[in-house]
T-cell receptor, first 109, second 113 residues
């Protein structure tokens, strides 16, 4: 069965500090990995997908197949990064997305 | 380009009743999937519709059913509501197999009392 694990329910860092949100997955094939973000009172929106290999709002994420991880990183946190972050996996079929439980990121001034 | 819209935004139902939630997909998307998000949890996949047929389903009982219409909009129906059905229900649209990623609506908050 496919599974996504986000070990941190809450992560608090100071503005300007580096941020790393952890995501580990379990899947037998070659999944597509995503990071979704939900800002306060807004809908869930796509932040990154691993096949794009792009940086959005300063965030990057690299798929490590050996460690089955897809950690989200940003070198210098900003207050507007405070939000709920969800890691998600797709097998590419018709099984939709499998989400982790989410990490609440708080950036302190 | 219009995004995904869901209605209603909030709903209160009594245990044992039936409910229908609605979703309009983003322009150009022909696949719709539904998710249940309980408080403090990540969204859980209920099912997916493509070409008006269910082509994928998560671990939800048959009392969760759906429809997709020729214009790609969709409905989620839940029969015999239980207290544990209280959750945020999210609709997402995409190209087939999630190509291009999934676009989510704002959700319908269902409370079962």
């Amino acid at each position: 069965a496919q599974r996504v694990t986000q070990p941190e329910k809450l992560l608090s860092v100071f503005k300007g500090a580096p941020v790393e949100l952890k995501c580990n997955y379990s899947y037998s094939g070659s999944p597509e990995l995503f990071w979704y973000v939900q800002y306060s009172r807004q809908r869930l929106q796509l932040l990154l997908r691993h096949i794009s290999r792009e940086s959005i709002k300063g965030f990057t994420a690299d798929l490590n197949k050996g460690e089955t991880s897809f950690h989200l990183k940003k070198p210098f946190a900003q207050e507007e990064d405070s939000a709920m972050y969800y890691c998600a996996l797709s097998g590419g079929g018709a099984d939709g997305l499998t989400f982790g439980k989410g990490t609440h990121l708080i950036i302190q001034p | 380009e219009t995004g995904v819209t869901q209605s209603p935004t909030h709903l209160i139902k009594t245990r044992g009743q039936q409910v229908t939630l609605r979703c309009s997909s983003q322009s150009g998307h022909n696949t719709v999937s539904w998710y249940q998000q309980a408080l403090g949890q990540g969204p859980q996949f209920i099912f997916q519709y493509y070409r008006e047929e269910e082509n994928g389903r998560g671990n939800f009982p048959p009392r969760f059913s759906g429809l997709q219409f020729p214009n790609y909009s969709s409905e989620l129906n839940v029969n015999a509501l239980e207290l544990d059905d209280s959750a945020l229900y999210l609709c997402a649209s995409s190209f087939p197999r999630g190509g291009g990623g999934y676009t989510f609506g704002s959700g319908t908050r269902l409370t079962v009392v």
